[in-house]
């Protein structure tokens, strides 16, 4: 949020990704990835198994130092961050892991309120009020609160890991298969969550998903992986038209076709 | 991205103007001081129609911001205070509505009376005792079926198990005897020497390492060593759900993980304890010639007149009682494994200490025993 006025804001680049290369051992991920992602969109990864999606978040959110390229967040370049800038950096980015990976000996309340202790220096009440706001937010009651992760259903789990996500209320939030393993009413609500959450807070959001549903609710842009490179970037109207075999059969499958009708 | 430590917030009453001025950042980072501005402010009386909330001049509004605003204007209604928002933005004005809609009621935590609490401790372990015996049981009738029928042997487990816990585990095992031989040795030596009995050093060293200390020293390190690992492994197969993909395949995780390693551990145990007898007398009779100037020709000469082979199998029987102890109460905490990682850290702590323990008690009792019938 930074009061610039929206028609600016709609074209500022976040994130800007170049010629990204990403190797383990002999084996190349990616071969040369440019991409640049917008102030306050929603925008999807998608792309086959093993395609390279969640290296590519691990590479945007500095879990992962890629073997050449470039990633630039806002005027910070990624490869060869120093500790202290990434910290800085990190601040400004909320992730929600696939499995949640909430901390198993911290309540609900405490998971959330880790970061605002972390990196504020609000008080112990406030922070808890802030915590218990954060949990209202995604849907869930001051009963869970006291929750071990254990006792959670998936799909709590899943609104407590993006609770704890925005709890330093980030500019950018990554999504690593928000709604997988999820049923179909609390996967709709959570993309009802993402859309609402992207209206109040001005989030830039980055979604890895198999779900054709919500790419279809939720994106603005798609980009699709595929052979180690970004096929094509674009609205998923579009990017479902497109001719490329690999896209077209991810789209034009029985299920992404059922998901189009939709 | 705006730089979100550089400016703090501020809430600042002008009297005459009746406004209430809010400027900087109202952020997460520059919210700090906002929590003592707005309780100094409550307390003071305004005395005014009508308050003016100046929002103007907020640079940066988060929902951490959003909150405290919403609280500013929850107490001004609460002193029935009227009062007008202005210079709000709509981006900010919206968040305000999102926030104010999270009616947050704390719930007080429910904590039972002292006494309770003392129950639920107290009965917690007495069951856990009872669980743990009844696991005891389950072993034996797995392990005497295993046995009768040695095809439902997991036979690479076994080796596997045998090799981590037994062979891996001889050079810390002959290390840390040899040097306690040494430390006997040496104690004993300065008595003795003041005697003039030097040649006791045979009986001394050789009969409590044999029946005593080798067997718990084996046992107390096998403990540390791999009673931890049985717990953290079967812990976390227990996380990751690979016990119950197990059962659903129709293997029987007792078959599998527990048996192999209670077997392993009883073929190993007392393989390592007529090891740490070895090296523990080595240690001894390096200290004897060294300081007491008795030879290893005379100090093996010794040995047979003072130590019967009743004091060699006394030492040698208590280490499959050790091993069972160690494996059984390692895979039992193991198994106790509920939830995440931390429940895989706290059982595995219980089950060494638990072991160690139970050992200490097995070895006493022993000694009762042996003294009552004279042994």
Request: charged share 15%; glycine share 8%.
């Amino acid at each position: 949020m930074t009061g610039q006025s929206d028609d600016a804001v709609n074209k500022q680049v976040m994130i800007q990704v170049r010629g990204l290369i990403t190797r383990f051992g002999h084996e190349t991920i990616h071969d040369g990835i440019d991409l640049d992602i917008f102030k306050g969109e929603i925008i999807g990864l998608v792309g086959g198994s093993g395609s390279g999606k969640s290296t590519l978040l691990r590479a945007l959110t500095m879990l992962l130092q890629p073997s050449g390229g470039s990633i630039k967040i806002g005027p910070h370049e990624l490869i060869g961050i120093d500790e202290a800038s990434a910290s800085e950096l990190r601040r400004h980015m909320g992730v929600m892991f696939q499995q949640g990976a909430l901390f198993s000996s911290l309540t609900v309340l405490q998971n959330v309120c880790v970061p605002l202790k972390e990196h504020t220096q609000l008080s112990i009440q406030l922070i808890q009020q802030l915590g218990l706001m954060k949990l209202k937010l995604v849907g869930l009651t001051e009963q869970a609160a006291d929750k071990y992760p254990k006792h959670l259903s998936g799909g709590m789990i899943k609104r407590v890991a993006v609770a704890r996500a925005l709890a330093l209320d980030p500019d950018i939030l990554f999504l690593d298969e928000p709604s997988a393993g999820l049923d179909p009413i609390s996967a709709h609500a959570l993309d009802e969550l993402i859309l609402q959450l992207r209206e109040a807070l001005g989030l830039t959001v980055i979604i890895v998903t198999h779900d054709i549903d919500s790419l279809w609710r939720l994106t603005d842009r798609v980009a699709f992986l595929g052979e180690k490179r970004l096929l094509a970037v674009a609205d998923l109207k579009t990017l479902s038209q497109h001719h490329h075999p690999l896209i077209h059969e991810y789209f034009q499958g029985p299920r992404g076709r059922a998901a189009q009708v939709n | 991205m705006v730089d979100r430590d550089m400016e703090q917030s501020h809430v600042q009453w002008i009297a005459n103007g009746s406004r209430l001025v809010l400027s900087g950042n109202w952020t997460v980072y520059g919210a700090a001081p906002l929590e003592k501005g707005i309780e100094q402010l409550m307390t003071k009386s305004l005395d005014v129609d009508r308050v003016i909330i100046d929002c103007q001049q907020i640079q940066a509004l988060d929902s951490a911001g959003a909150w405290l605003l919403n609280r500013l204007c929850q107490h001004l209604q609460q002193r029935h205070q009227p009062y007008d928002l202005i210079g709000l933005s709509d981006k900010h004005q919206s968040l305000l509505v999102l926030v104010k809609q999270q009616q947050v009621v704390p719930v007080p935590a429910a904590r039972a009376a002292r006494l309770s609490r003392l129950g639920q401790a107290t009965w917690a372990h007495i069951e856990q005792a009872l669980q743990l015996l009844a696991f005891l049981g389950e072993t034996f009738v797995i392990l005497f079926r295993c046995i009768f029928q040695p095809r439902r042997l997991r036979w690479n487990a076994l080796f596997a198990n045998v090799e981590q816990s037994g062979i891996n585990a001889l050079p810390i095992i002959g290390l840390l005897s040899f040097l306690l031989g040494i430390v006997i040795g040496y104690q004993a030596g300065v008595q003795l020497q003041l005697y003039g009995a030097n040649i006791f050093i045979v009986e001394l060293v050789c009969l409590t390492m044999l029946r005593e200390l080798s067997p718990m020293m084996a046992a107390v390190i096998v403990a540390g060593r791999s009673g931890s690992a049985f717990a953290a492994q079967l812990g976390t197969m227990k996380v990751t759900e690979e016990i119950d993909a197990m059962r659903t395949i129709g293997i029987a995780p007792m078959e599998m993980l527990v048996i192999p390693k209670v077997l392993a551990m009883l073929i190993a145990l007392p393989l390592l304890t007529v090891f740490a007898d070895v090296l523990g007398v080595l240690g001894g009779m390096v200290i004897a010639k060294t300081m007491l100037g008795i030879d290893f020709k005379d100090f093996f000469a010794r040995i047979p007149e003072v130590v019967t082979l009743t004091s060699f199998m006394l030492g040698i029987m208590k280490a499959p009682v050790f091993a069972l102890i160690i494996a059984v109460v390692g895979c039992f905490q193991g198994l106790r494994v509920a939830g995440g990682a931390d429940s895989v850290g706290r059982q595995t702590t219980i089950s060494v200490v638990q072991a160690i323990f139970l050992i200490i008690v097995a070895d006493a009792i022993f000694s009762i025993i042996f003294s009552g019938i004279g042994i």
